[in-house]
């Protein structure tokens, strides 16, 4: 655990293991870092990490300990800790990734090299860059995201990436390189950084909680049926104690690509029928996972209630109970004697450490190992040969990057897609490509090697336009040097791409790279498919200010974003009405969240909604919809007092919604219905009656009327006493006869004992209650809908019933500030010119955007701050239970619960 002393703050510490693999020895080999170290790796005898804004090295002596400290790569942010660099690996092209946070509440992210190199990445975003293991050659390879915490390679060289949320989905990626994702970076919808628009990038929402694993495994203690190539992702979990989803989750990967419409990661992966790991130790929070010598796995634990720091971190060891082959033991020494036909063979082995150390050798054999890594990758399949492709681009020379080429002609597709991005690179191209390149002012592309010609590359790669596979033909067309060429063959790639993934990769890099000609083919066209490219090349090139912008400028790119916006908008104006539910049900969630005073077509297709006698999902819409006094007519309100004294109901469930519904209206005349109601003998209709009572305050004739049977229902229902008071009282009734109701429990006093009667009554809880007092309590400050983009002073709770215990849940009602989320605090601004704001704050820029529920941002220079202070109270009212039965909050609480990630 840290020291007490200031000298041995955020150390870096090596575990030393006996031969049982159990723990003997720790020794501190770095100390006194001002923050946290987030990433480390380790590679050829140094060591990689990165502490908030400095990337850095050390060198490993031979007895263990740290040396000679170099900084690689430095931001000139200085961002809020946790948000600054992430974490480092050493990538199968031997080169540092590194993993960058957003920057919300300071300078962009600001990185220059060791040799002077500099990117910048756009707005407030976080993404990724590379670099050489010096820290020279800084690329960008994707910006736009929020939390890359997780990372890792498949062995074709694509990049997957977990991006965890607050105010973003949480995502996981087969990132395309290049792309900017959105997030801070580009004024996106939540549903499009979720990829739910037409127009989105291809992601996999990955549900509520932290990804902070994301590894596709290929060592060699787990059998390879079901294990090798699978990806294990493990969930942090969600804030607060005991969230139900600290999880490691297995995926495994698919013989062909799944259809889009199916659940998978990236079309190529399907989630495992049970969890990799489960653990009942409510602290256990899984942080880390990397491979261990003899192919088993390391799994690194926060051990928390949530993200504080209590000093007990733990780190297990995975094993699977099996023989394990005896060539798959690791032998440093072995290793060290074998001559490089042996290495070649080694190359292949299952267990990772062996393909380490074996590509070591070849590396450092240099031109004496070419010819049989060549020779590997024409005879080898295609792991075989991407390992051979790896080692022969790490010798970083012309002839090891000829001998490359051997992989063009490989039967497997993943490998000829892999070479020609390989040989892209080796011919000067940035990652990002050479788009990057042509808008890069400060000359990082004069100081990269090149070790193949790139006309040479496009004469080998010309026929590959024709290749059966959509990605070889992408990555064939990219490296093209005619424009034109490089055009007409991702339009060609487009005629044989069916997976989201490909199709949207090509109008990403036609935004990048095509002319009007050719846009304006794709866009005027009948081809859904083309015009659908066609939008999402338009998007990038306004993104990116290409020459093409100016063009598409006042093109319509909201197609399908806002459908049901554009339903009312069809009906308001007698020109649909729509035969669908789903158009209905789109057409009425829409009305329900930005309520309007209805015209007499709105009237009618309310009405129809309302009486429908088929689709009782519509009817329940139509009855929330219905809710809203902006839209409560003399006609629907008559409307819905029709239904309710009609004899019988296609849906008798839905009684009690249409009960709540009336008891929201403002006419009061209709007491016969009241009556009904507390005569009624279920108690479910009773608090249905009691909960539409309290939706405002009655005129004394009104309670008058219902008095009589109001007071025998309270009497029928003695174990309801707490909500009778509540309701007559908040109705206006006088105290007198207030007293003559039954007298409600004594409540208790302390936060614990009450926390334990509201659990004793969750199982008599209901969701449909729950949400009423919701929309009426909690609506304002959050959102239930997972595509919300309105700005709420608390979090998105779409997803919140798939992970967290109601112990939580009623916590944190009874003590909201106790737990407060990450990104919502409030923040107090005063200004150089005496003002004052308060509002939670985001930094674009130069500027700070100050934002409050229902109101206009407030936008403030940086320079003109005089001072800024975080409020440690929770923007949630302290007392708010204080209002509500504890039945009520037991109703409550069941409704999150039924949150789980669907509107």
Sequence with gaps: SPSQDTLTLNPIKRLELDSSGRLSKVTVVA?????????????????????????????????????????????????????????????????????MADHPDSKPVTLTGSDGSRIRLRGQSGGFVRCNLDGSDLQLVVQGFRAPFAFDFDPWGHLWAISNGESSPNIYVDVIPGMDYGYHSRQVSYAWLAGKTPLSPPVTEMGSGANTVAMHYYSSMFPSDPYWGSILIANWGSHGAFPTNRTVKQYLPQAAPLPDSMPSLGGLFKAATSTFITSSDSMFRPVGMTYAPDGGLYLADWHGRDDESDATGRIFKLTHVGHTKKSALYNPEAIARADIQQLCKLLVNPNKFIRAD?????????????????????????FQSAQSIWTLSEIQDSPAAKALTAGLTHKDARIRALTIRLLRQASGEAIGGRFFDEADSSGNRGRRKVLFDPAELSTLTSPMLQDPDPEVRIEAALSQQSIKDLQRGLVNALSIASSKRH????????????????????????????????????????????AIAELVKDWDLTTGEDMGKELIAQIESGNKFPEHAAERITALNWLEANPRTPNA??????????????????????????????LQTDTIQQTVLDILQSPGSAFPFLRQELLYTAGSFSRQENTRIWKDMFNDSTEAAILTALRALREQKREPAFINEIWTEGLNAAKRFPGLAEEFQFAFKTAGLDEQRLKQLPAAPQRPLHKEELSKKILSDLPKGSARRGKWTYTQTCLVCHSHKTDDETFRLGPNLSTIGASSQPSYLIESILEPSKVLKTGYQVETIDTKDGKSYSGQTETKGNELIIRNNGKEPVVIPMNQINKRATSHISPMPEGLYHDMTIREMADLIAYLLSLKGSN
């Excluded at 400290?69 to 690996?89: C, E, H, I, S, T």
């Excluded at 002319?515 to 083919?521: F, K, M």
């Design 31 to 99: 100390q006194g870092f001002a923050n946290p170290v987030m990433g480390l790796d380790i590679y050829r005898n140094k060591l990689y990490a990165t502490c908030l804004n400095e990337l850095f090295s050390m060198d490993i002596e031979p007895d263990g300990s740290l040396s000679n400290k170099q900084v690689l790569v430095r931001d000139a942010a200085d961002p809020w800790n946790p948000f600054g660099m992430y974490r480092v690996a050493v990538g199968p092209d031997a080169k540092l990734w590194l993993a």
């Design 358 to 382: 074996a590509r070591e050798y070849l590396v450092n054999a240099g031109a004496g190992a070419i010819p049989q890594l060549e020779q590997l990758i024409e005879k080898g399949n295609a």
């Design 503 to 546: 199709r949207y990769q090509i109008g990403f890099e036609l935004g990048r790279y095509c002319d009007a000609e050719t846009i304006s083919s794709l866009h005027d066209t009948t081809q859904p498919v083309h015009y659908k490219i066609a939008l999402i090349a338009a998007q990038t090139a306004l993104t990116e200010k290409t």
């Design 601 to 630: 077509d709105l009237v009618k297709f309310l009405q129809a909604c309302l009486n429908d006698s088929l689709e009782y999902l519509v009817k329940g819409a139509a009855y929330q919809v219905a809710r809203q006094k902006l």
